[in-house]
């Protein structure tokens, strides 16, 4: 997932013994098994301490419910055990999946997040489970998954009943109200559409689509002009009453990124509905590569990408763990726009992530980094000048996005440099983040064993960490990322593989 710094859980002292890593394995699919333990071992924590709760609290062996009680992590676990093929937490899920009330909650209720994790979730395993992951579940338990995708769609679509058409993002399911903002983000108000159209398609109702679409048109046609500075690059917030942006914060960081990212995603979804998205997203790599791409002094030879502010007309040289996605972003659009010099660009934005998680003492790279030659805290200088960035924020709290685009890398290349990065980084989180019942946070990155850890286990550890980690070592599949234009499935932001759409379905 991407879109939001999520606020950090309190820190609790690493008391628990670390798992000890058995060292290299060297065939894939040893490794795929190691992965397989690994996601195992978290399920089965989860599963006693917390299911069917939001989340593990990993350290504790407590729960949380920071994703409306609706079971998040089971959800957002469907479909990797799909992937791993594991027939007894598939049908454990949709057993629980089927039992949702999805009507009430106690919480405030994010559509961009409810869309992500449990939508897509759901019409993931769908598609998987009525395609090429057969004979996991009875054929007449997969209808649960449409069946409650609608129920959900149905009691979140309020939020799009605005003057403008762009939705509400925090929602009030009691008083079928809202926050009240004037404002929405463009990530949250642009990470909506690949799910709401796919919903759309399954159960031929065109509302979710005409809904998420007409919202996305305001983004796609971007007013004020002066808040799209550069050919396809906009700004971070659009008015909840006109649709026309509030200002020209470009960036591919936190609250504006996949927006970016579903704009190729949309065209490989149908290119026959989505070419604008194409274009929008081809201007906006471009314009990245011409007014973006950053090379830090000490490092010239690592590539980031810098935000620009309109208002100033400054340069930000900060970036973000979740911003790492880019690399995969560009190899993508890369492979099925057949742009060399796109891949080109995205091997370079992955090195530079690389280093981000190669030159810190755990191997993990930290949430926040900058670059700016002007502002290297002393203490950080031998850093800055040996790896090219210095730490801002020194957490990791699970995030995926790095080992992504390391993923897209291998597939795009076939390079076996990337997946050995993938492995480097699996044995550096089982090492450092494992605990008795699943995986915790890191307070920093760049201290001795990780400093202390966060008591809380994000639901994206099922839905991405171990689900890239894993297809990087897993046999060909029909959902596997593909070179060029054979994609038969993408990924939501959350890692939940949709089926391309095809028209007689
Ligand atoms: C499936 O997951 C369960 C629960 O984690 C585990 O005990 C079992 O070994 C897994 N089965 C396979 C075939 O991997
Ligand atoms: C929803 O609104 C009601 C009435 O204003 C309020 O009492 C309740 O706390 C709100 N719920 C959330 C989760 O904000
Ligand atoms: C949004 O637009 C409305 C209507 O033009 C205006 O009254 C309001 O001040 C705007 N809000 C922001 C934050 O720009
Ligand atoms: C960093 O990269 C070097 C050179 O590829 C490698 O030898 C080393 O093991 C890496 N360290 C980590 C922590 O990934």
Redesign the pocket.
Known sequence: MRGHLLALPALVAASVPFYSNTGPVERSDSRADAIKEAFSHAWDGYYEYAFPHDELLPISNGYADSRNSWGASAVDALSTAIIMRNETIVNQIIDHIAVIDYSTTTTSVSLFETTIRYLAGMLSGYDLLKGPATGLVDEDKIEVLLKQSKNLADVLKYAFDTPSGVPYNTLNFSTHGNDGA??NGLAVTGTLVLEWTRLSDLTNNPEYARLSQKAQDYLLHPQPAEYEPFPGLVGSKV?I??GEF?NGAVSWNGGTDSYYEYLIKMYLYDPERFDLYRERWVAAAESSMNHLASHPSSRPDLTFLASYDTEGRTYGFSSQHLACFDGGSFLLGGTVLNRQDFIDFGLDLVSGCHETYNATLTGIGPETFSWDPNSVPENQRELYERAGFYITGGSYILRPEVIESFYYAWRVTGDETYREWVWTAFVAINKYCRTDSGFAGLADVNAENGGDRYDNQESFIFAEVLKYIYLSFAPEDEWQVQKGNGNTFVYNTEAHPFKVYTPLQ
């Open positions: 004037e404002t008015n009453t006109t509030v």
